[in-house]
């Protein structure tokens, strides 16, 4: 059960960056080499993140036209940890755990993110850290090997050994025709094996330039002195090529598909229904944010109360808003308890998305979603390390780094005539995949 | 003059230096330590027992409550799951709020509510901070706990174990906290369909009788609240809680470790990694003088990053996704675990860097910097963790639940930085107790027994729930289209051909094998195609034991005592005594049983009867074991080594294993159709 709730608690995790709570103060500037600072102090306690966003993830494929490489952006994530010219290998995580900090780095499809926190007294050491790694990493042999071992034990963990850690997967290749969200975030473990060292220089050469990423500096952190010490360790690094890149536009889905997927790690088979949304930025994105806290958010929200609670024809039901930023996913989720069938618990899940369509939600749910979202909004943003990652995620990905303070005012703006609008235009079983996530007996 | 040169090229120097470039090669120095102050809880007790502590907090406008219950750990055997059933129904209404009314008041604050079964969480707006501090107060003290709540939580806790059957790690973590604790320690108990069917509504209201009291309770209160307030709030929702007769109980103890070295192997097939968790049993606790050092020692083997394990199993060697190891520190039992999840095919390998890391932290003194770096890294996590002000308030409240003294958060930093080279080596041994450790190994048994029997640790196998079983057989599917004289062909055609060994007349075979350091045992063995043979074993100028089939009669000597074959064992030993059974499938008598791996190879099982076995290798058809059922358990033989004598390959090695002794015999000499006289049978 733990292993499901993490499931989705990992998809509900995109629902939203929802931002922060009280007014958080920041200041900006650029480097000439385009590298874009974001700075917020707070000094209540002796903490400091140092953090940099790269504009690239999953979607942005290695290698060539003829021989496209998936999982190169999160293979760069470890590999980047693999030494500097002035930080030798291994040496990385000694360092910073020796100066009392914690690290680390997450990939998705749009984005790499890597960060250290440390005690303020070693900003400097931070910024040294990640000037070093955008301006010269050891991209070698030697390093590609080992990071391909770990990567491969990474996958099996998450995945391949992991019970329903294969969804996201059934879920993104049945979606997606052509656009690379179809790929594997952490990719196909060939690719990478059929990879050559230049491939992998020439990716670093293409997307990890300081033009094409932002840096973070945030908690117990002086302007001045902050500012003064980025240029000192980052002015110097070269500016590169703007990465271009056109992806193929999915033609909309009008008629339901239906696939199967087997899992060997499970013995209660899923029934997911996905459908595939706008990007985060729009409106719509937000509004279907709405749409899912009112589905399955709570004991008293109506999937949850229908069929886990009353019927008991489930043992967990879900709707996710899986953000992205060129399209969105969404998915209903449900798990069915004892002999239900997994097309009768679609259908009942259909039969609340059809009240939506239909009728508007009440004012007094209307209501609690704005509760919820402010709840969300206060906590979303409490400590500085989360800031951090916030200020540069709202900058790189959504173009408005201020949506850190003012994105509840876009759920404030919602209307429930909207809700229902959105739910009519997004939500019909003809735009949608319908997977069967069954167990797959075991072989041998 | 002079010298005023030489300042104008010191000054020039100076400012170019000024300007020159960053030289990047040199690591920035920390500035000053950061000053950190520890403030504590603002704290009182109301009179049924429940000690409150508060932090004010006003950087967000929010509020979290959470109520500890400090119970001794219990078991429930039959009806393991009992706690969790009762969690599982808690905060679904009051005696006065009905479930439906309960849940959309939770919902429509925007606030969280969660019960464990002897806790509760809330968290909301701190606006709407009363309301939800009674809502939990409530739903704590006067839980509304129904029959047909219980029902549903109890078939989605089956459900939920159904789904948990195929995880490997949950199995792992699930078998090996039973092996060590024992399985009706409550920290071994677990819960299966069987205990959770046991459990009635009745079980589920006592337990939460004996529960959930106010006298052993906590509730930690932080956010943006005013103390003065929320005392009041507090001495009004919970002062009402009243207290029920508690029983008093002692907590069993845990197993003791096992006396040797083990690997306790559980098969799952579905499994694509191992989880491997070595593993002994630790008396810990954290007011214990070697706390702080024991804590170091666990950082420097396997407690983060750059520790033995993980540098060794991820970073040398690519085995992992990531190695860790873990001291618990409980009054009432705890463990040592290192481990990681490593695929399959380097199962045995990690193990064996696991025990050599081991021995490494336990004989070799930790580096200088190694020790230094382990410290910082302690300083550090305590400096980040200040941010969150839970963090005071755990503090505190820790100090309470470990019966530590007031001081031991303010000389914390103090301790781990006393800690010496030499506590190192000294916790490594006395806390990793390598010789007594149970290596609980959770993976795919047909792709790494194998080779974890070559690490030569003893091995004991056992099923999903912790029971002695038995080691798992494997077996291959066979394709639909194969017999068993096909086989024979196969292994006819691939040691000469039909036709070459119908020309065999008579078979000479002369081997030897080292018994001890220079001693040998000699082996001759003749066969005819007149159903004849002999074989004679040697060693030492003296007959060990001989046996003679001859057509219809045939006899065994044994330490000098001779005995006449019985008719029964005449016709078991007169199928073999023939140059080449397989020609006319051991008179008939053998049968295809199944594919089986014989030292990575998948091989056919022919049984010729019911105490004898043959294997042929699937690809090169050879024959290359059989097994024989003797009163003195199973003799193995391996066939190995084949090489060509005439027309005809025959094996030239063969091993012979029976219980503990092994002997490898090596081939001297074959002689076909020569040396062979009707004489030799008599």
């Known amino acids: 059960m733990k292993k499901i709730k993490l499931v989705l608690s990992f998809l509900s995790l995109t629902i939203g960056f929802l931002s922060n709570a009280q007014k958080v103060d920041f200041k900006e500037f650029d480097l000439e080499n385009g590298l874009h600072v974001i700075m917020h102090q707070d000094n209540k306690a002796p903490v400091v993140t140092v953090g940099v966003m790269y504009d690239v993830g999953g979607k942005d494929l290695g290698g060539s036209t003829d021989a496209p490489r998936t999982g190169f952006a999160h293979f760069f994530e470890h590999l980047l940890f693999e030494g500097t010219k002035n930080i030798d290998r291994g040496e990385w995580f000694t360092i910073v755990s020796s100066n009392g900090g914690s690290n680390n780095a997450n990939t998705s499809q749009d984005r790499t993110y890597y960060y250290e926190v440390f005690p303020s007294n070693n900003l400097e050491l931070g910024l040294w850290m990640e000037s070093e790694r955008m301006l010269h990493p050891v991209i070698d042999t030697v390093g590609v090997n080992t990071q391909n071992e770990v990567v491969k034990e990474e996958k099996r963990l998450r995945y391949d050994n992991s019970p329903y850690g294969q969804l996201l997967f059934a879920i993104a290749e049945n979606l997606f025709d052509k656009h690379p969200y179809k790929h594997k975030n952490i990719g196909e473990m060939e690719d990478i094996d059929a990879s050559t060292l230049e491939e992998f220089q020439d990716y670093f050469k293409k997307f990890y330039a300081p033009n094409n990423a932002v840096l973070v500096v945030t908690g117990d952190i002086d302007y001045g002195k902050t500012e003064a010490l980025v240029k000192k360790y980052f002015k110097d690094i070269p500016k590169g090529n703007q990465p271009s890149r056109i992806f193929p536009e999915e033609k909309p889905i009008t008629e339901t598909k239906e696939a199967t997927f087997y899992d060997p790690n499970i013995q209660i088979p899923a029934i997911v229904a996905a459908y595939r949304t706008p990007g985060w930025k729009e409106r719509d994105a937000y509004i279907l944010n709405m749409v899912s806290a009112y589905l399955s958010d709570g004991k008293s929200s109506k999937l949850y109360k229908k069929i886990v609670d009353d019927k008991k024809m489930a043992l967990q039901v879900a709707a996710v808003n899986l953000g992205q930023r060129d399209y969105g996913i969404y998915a209903l989720f449900g798990l069915p308890l004892g002999d239900t069938n997994l097309d009768a618990l679609l259908a009942e899940m259909d039969e609340e998305i059809v009240k939506m369509q239909n009728e508007l939600i009440s004012e007094k749910d209307y209501q609690k979603l704005q509760n919820k979202f402010e709840n969300q909004f206060v906590n979303s943003n409490s400590g500085v390390e989360g800031i951090a990652s916030s200020l540069a995620t709202y900058y790189l990905l959504y173009d408005d780094v201020n949506l850190i303070n003012t994105e509840l005012d876009i759920y404030r703006s919602i209307t429930r005539q909207e809700i229902q609008d959105v739910v009519k235009k997004y939500l019909n079983p003809n735009q949608r995949v319908e997977i069967k996530y069954i167990p797959k007996e075991d072989a041998e | ?682």
């Open chain 2, 1 to 682: 003059m002079k010298s005023n040169i030489s300042i104008y090229i010191l000054a020039c120097l100076m400012s170019f230096g000024a300007f020159a470039q960053l030289d990047r090669s040199v690591m920035p120095k920390p500035g000053p330590a950061p000053k950190i102050s520890l403030d504590k809880p603002q704290e009182f007790k109301l009179t049924n027992g429940l000690t409150v502590m508060i932090v004010e907090d006003n950087k967000l406008p929010r509020v979290s409550y959470s109520l500890n219950i400090d119970n001794k750990p219990a078991s429930y055997g039959k009806k393991a799951g009992v706690e969790s059933i009762t969690a599982g129904m808690m905060g679904n209404g009051t005696s006065t709020i009905p479930k439906e009314e309960f849940n959309e008041r939770v919902d429509f604050l925007g606030a969280r509510l969660n019960f464990g079964s002897s806790s509760a969480f809330a968290s909301g707006l701190s606006k709407y901070s009363e309301e939800i501090l009674n809502l939990l107060a409530d739903a704590a003290i006067n839980p509304l706990l129904t029959e047909e709540e219980f029902e549903k939580v109890k078939a989605q806790s089956l459900d939920g174990l159904k789904g948990q059957a195929k995880d490997v790690s949950a199995v792992a973590s699930r078998v090996s906290a039973a092996l060590s604790y024992g399985k009706n320690h409550p920290y071994g108990e677990f819960a299966t369909e069987e205990t959770v069917n046991n459990i009635t509504f009745n079980d589920v209201i006592s337990y939460n009788e004996s529960a959930y009291n106010p006298d052993n309770a906590y509730l930690v209160v932080v956010g943006d609240i005013d103390y003065e307030t929320i005392k009041k709030q507090i001495e009004e929702s919970f002062g009402e809680w009243k207290k029920s007769i508690a029983v008093d109980y002692s907590v069993r103890k845990a197993k003791p470790n096992e006396r040797y070295q083990q690997i306790n192997f559980i098969d799952m097939p579905n499994a694509v990694q191992s989880e491997i968790t070595v593993t002994n049993n630790v008396d810990l606790e954290m007011k214990d003088p070697d706390y702080h050092a024991v804590l170091i020692t666990n950082k420097i083997f396997g407690g983060g990053f750059n520790s033995y394990l993980n540098m060794n199993l991820r970073e040398k060697h690519g085995y992992t996704y990531g190695a860790r190891s873990y001291v618990g520190s409980d009054e009432y039992a705890s463990r040592f675990t290192a481990g990681a999840a490593v695929r399959n095919e380097v199962t045995d390998s990690a193990v064996v860097q696991t025990l050599e890391e081991l021995k490494r932290i336990k004989t070799e003194p930790v580096e200088q910097d190694l020790l230094k770096n382990a410290k910082a890294k302690y300083v550090g996590d305590f400096v980040l963790a200040l941010e969150s002000p839970q963090t005071i308030a755990q503090y505190a409240l820790n100090i309470k639940l470990n019966d530590l003294p007031e001081d031991f958060y303010s000389t914390y930093l103090e301790k781990i930085n006393a800690v010496t080279t030499d506590d190192v080596q000294k916790m490594a041994n006395k806390y990793f107790k390598t010789d007594e450790a149970r290596i609980v190994v959770v993976g795919k048994g047909s792709e790494v027994i194998e080779n974890l029997e070559k690490t030569n640790i003893p091995i004991r196998y056992f099923d999903k729930y912790a029971n002695n079983t038995e080691k798992p057989k494997y077996e291959v599917e066979m394709p639909a289209d194969i017999n068993v004289e096909k086989v024979m062909q196969a292994y006819i055609s691939a040691i000469g051909g039909k036709e070459n060994l119908e020309k065999v007349n008579s078979v000479f075979i002369t081997a030897e094998a080292e018994f001890q350091p220079g001693m040998m045992l000699n082996l001759e063995m003749k066969t005819t195609d007149k159903i004849q043979s002999t074989t004679k074993l040697t060693g030492m100028g003296q007959t060990i034991m001989k046996s003679v089939v001859d057509g219809d009669s045939g006899y065994m000597v044994m330490q000098g005592q001779k005995k006449e074959l019985s008719a029964e064992e005449l016709d078991e030993t007169k199928i073999e005594a023939v140059p080449f059974p397989e020609l006319d499938n051991y008179g008939g008598t053998a049968s295809l049983e199944t594919i089986e791996k014989v030292d990575g190879k998948d091989a056919y099982k022919i049984n010729i009867n019911e105490k004898k076995t043959v294997y042929y290798d699937v690809e090169s058809g050879l024959k290359i074991k059989q097994v024989e059922k003797t009163p003195m358990g199973e003799s193995v033989l391996m066939y190995s080594d084949y090489q060509k004598v005439g027309n005809i390959m025959f094996p030239f090695g063969m091993s012979q294993a029976v219980g503990p002794q092994k002997f490898d015999f090596k081939v001297k000499e074959i002689k076909v159709n020569e040396g062979v006289s009707d004489a030799d049978f008599d």
